[in-house]
């Protein structure tokens, strides 16, 4: 079955790097994605992974797949208060349309 | 470009009273989705379409809830009657198959207030 989970919670200093964490149980899966929530907004994709890679960097964000153990993560390098907002990690199937499986969302809270 | 675009943004409406949720894709999409979003369950999937066909409902909750997709660039999910229960912030996504799958980009979402 689907399965996503993550941690609810993670408050980090500005400046410093975050991390999201995510693991998933389907080894099925051909996409991961992460989608950023602001309060009173919908979701907003920041980026994606195909399950035959192990790593993407785009700007401040460095996504890392360990197909292995089924775990992916989120890293925001120099984290900026303007990253607080829930983050959301999903995977989509082979043969599964576009259909997503959304994890629960990790809150991320940045101090000054 | 034009994202998703969802209507209303907020409605407030009486328990027993129709709700219509309205959707519009992204252009050349061709899978929609509708899900709902709440503190107790999180996003759940209710249903999604393939060029304006339902392809899996099991998601949509109770009989009161219907979703249609009379054409490519519309769709509704109606609630009747509706209850304090249905309160909650619906989305609506849509994506284009294609060859590889491609994201789902979300609208902004109805927030809906059932009294």
């Known amino acids: 079955g689907e399965d996503v989970e993550q941690s609810l919670f993670l408050s980090v200093r500005e400046g410093d790097s975050s991390v999201i964490n995510c693991t998933y149980t389907d080894s099925s899966s051909t996409y991961l994605y992460w989608y950023k929530q602001e309060p009173g907004a919908g979701l907003q994709l920041l980026t994606y992974?195909?399950?035959?890679?192990d790593m993407k960097q785009d700007q401040r964000l460095t996504v890392l797949l360990n197909k292995k153990d089924k775990h992916l993560s989120l890293r925001i390098a120099d984290t900026q208060t303007g990253d607080s907002a829930i983050y959301f990690c999903?995977?989509?199937?082979?043969?599964?349309?576009?259909?997503?499986?959304f994890g629960t969302g990790t809150q991320l809270k940045v101090e000054l | 470009d034009a994202g998703v675009i969802q209507s209303p943004r907020h409605e407030v409406t009486e328990m027993g009273q129709e709700v219509t949720l309205r959707c519009k894709p992204i252009s050349g999409h061709d899978y929609l989705f509708w899900y709902r979003q709440t503190m107790m369950r999180g996003l759940e999937l209710l249903i999604y379409f393939n060029n304006n066909v339902p392809i899996d409902d099991s998601g949509m909750p109770e009989d009161r809830f219907s979703a249609k997709m009379p054409n490519a660039s519309f769709s509704t999910l109606k609630i009747q009657p509706s209850e304090p229960r249905d309160s909650a912030v619906y989305f609506c996504a849509s994506s284009y198959g294609g060859k590889s799958n491609q994201p789902q980009h979300f609208g902004d979402g109805t927030r809906l207030s059932i009294l």
């Open positions: 999903a995977e989509s199937l082979t043969g599964g349309g576009n259909k997503l499986t």
């Open positions: 992974i195909f399950s035959n890679m």
